[in-house]
């Protein structure tokens, strides 16, 4: 999700959770993202993955963006839609459960994501996983052609 101030860029990124990313913020946002079964259309999955982590489904139209491959070699395809949060908006994310500390037996709950914020584009390009900051470029390249709101 992207919005635009002015002929400014702000691009929605979001944050996991849990206790490896706790403390770490530049390369660890991403785009709202999750994994496709085989076959699965790639657009309806992204639909449902960004309605699972943000909490509402994306109604605008979508602007494909292709694809870029991460550094484990997930590749990761992408859509971006211009909108806004909702006015209520409280984030909901899909949990995941982890033992901790390891080997002690004990399981903890953590939310698969743990914030949802806009940057303008600078600081988007910092806190983004680095694979994906070809997804900005993308999207900027568009705009900048494009004109007028999507």
């Known amino acids: 999700m992207f919005r635009r101030r002015g002929v400014d860029l702000e691009v929605l990124l979001v944050h996991p959770g849990g206790p490896f990313f706790a403390r770490k913020e530049k390369g660890a946002w991403s785009i709202p993202k999750g994994e496709a079964a085989p076959g699965e259309d790639l657009l309806t999955r992204a ?3 960004f309605e699972e982590e943000i909490g509402f489904p994306p109604e605008r139209i979508f602007l494909p963006l292709g694809s870029i491959k991460q550094k ?3 590749t990761v395809h992408a859509w971006a ?3 806004e949060l909702p006015s209520d908006f409280r984030l909901v994310s899909n949990t995941f459960e982890l033992e901790g500390p390891v080997r002690c037996g004990r399981r903890q709950t953590f939310p ?5 914020e806009f940057f303008d584009e600078a600081t988007a390009r910092r806190k983004i996983n680095p694979a994906q900051v070809e997804l900005i470029d993308r999207l900027a390249r568009f705009l900048q052609t494009q004109g007028p709101p999507l």
């Open 72 to 74: 484990g070699g997930k």
């Open 81 to 83: 839609v211009e909108g």
């Open 112 to 116: 698969e994501i743990d914030r949802a």
């Open 47 to 49: 639909k449902i993955e």
